[in-house]
């Protein structure tokens, strides 16, 4: 087995276990990594969600409050705005659902399910503004990942609306009864603001940054593998080589080969020097010898 064989085959298996170890440790790392981006992102439309919401009810709303006894526009209310305008997120975040689940609204399209119910309960145990819960859910389409935080009841403007249907405008109770959305008190945590988005999404991306770094890692490897055989080649293999192929010649009685030239330093420039200096003794031995 050549030296050069020997070489790649230790190299070979250098570049394995690393890569192994590097599959293993990225794949995790680029796993979460996804994992919270996708929860960024969906944390960021909850404050986008918010910002709408803020100027629905400052500026929306008054412009358009003196016709709410005629006709009421739902785009006056805060929830629909902020739902209406997410619905309309570019393509690339069509994975992506909000919800303002509450547990009476009056709209019945934000009434909470099951779980929605227990976030809002949870909010209310820990009371305070800020709060943010995260986490995984199973679904019939797979694992899905949520970010919600509670909506309180922090203007009194919004009493208007849901303290009694006497209070609330006429074409809102014509347009959703007077059964559902009523009763809220200032302070009071109605429901979570709740983005979703499939597990699949951070799946995905995650594996699209893992077959990246793959196919890097490989790509440097292929590099390397060739920088170094050539330098292997120049510098140890073809020196040895001839340096095998004088001695061969020299231990069958030819002298006449010329002395081994090494203009480099390091150990096969003293590698070379010591060969001439064996070749002369050797040559100065056998005239000896003969003479």
């Known amino acids: 087995m050549g030296l050069r064989l020997k070489f790649n085959i230790v190299l070979t298996l250098v570049f394995a276990i690393g890569l192994a170890v590097s599959?293993?440790?990225?794949?995790?790392?680029?796993?979460?990594?996804?994992?919270?981006?996708?929860?960024?992102?969906?944390?960021?439309m909850i404050e986008v969600a918010r910002a709408i919401r803020t100027?629905?009810?400052?500026?929306?709303?008054?412009?358009?409050?003196?016709?709410?006894?005629?006709?009421?526009?739902p785009q006056t209310v805060p929830a629909f705005a902020a739902t209406e305008a997410l619905a309309g997120l570019p393509q690339h975040y069509h994975e992506y659902t909000y919800k303002e689940a509450t547990l009476n609204p009056t709209n019945p399209r934000d009434r909470a399910v099951d779980w929605e119910a227990d976030l809002i309960r949870d909010f209310e145990r820990r009371g305070g503004d800020g709060a943010v819960i995260t986490g995984t859910r199973a679904t019939p389409t797979g694992p899905s990942l949520f970010v919600a935080r509670p909506i309180r009841i922090t203007d009194e403007g919004c009493l208007t609306c849901h303290s009694t249907p006497d209070a609330a405008p006429a074409s809102m109770v014509a347009l959703y009864g007077d059964n559902n959305g009523f009763g809220w008190q200032m302070d009071e945590i109605v429901g979570a603001q709740v983005v979703t988005v499939p597990m699949t999404v951070a799946i995905e991306n995650a594996n699209r940054a893992f077959v990246t770094t793959m196919i890097s890692l490989c790509a440097v490897f292929v590099v390397l593998y060739v920088i170094l055989n050539v330098m292997l080649g120049r510098l140890i293999i073809r020196p040895v080589t001839r340096m095998s192929e004088m001695a061969d010649r020299v231990s069958m009685g030819d002298f006449e080969v010329e002395e081994f030239e090494e203009r480099r330093g390091g150990e096969i420039g003293r590698l070379g020097a010591s060969f001439n200096r064996m070749r002369r003794s050797l040559e100065q031995a056998m005239r000896m010898i003969g003479g």
Do not use: I
Not at 23 to 31: E, I, N, W
């Open 23 to 44: 599959g293993v440790v990225s794949y995790r790392l680029l796993q979460a990594n996804a994992r919270d981006e996708v929860l960024r992102t969906a944390d960021l």
């Open 55 to 73: 100027y629905t009810v400052e500026s929306v709303r008054p412009e358009l409050s003196h016709h709410l006894q005629d006709r009421f526009l």
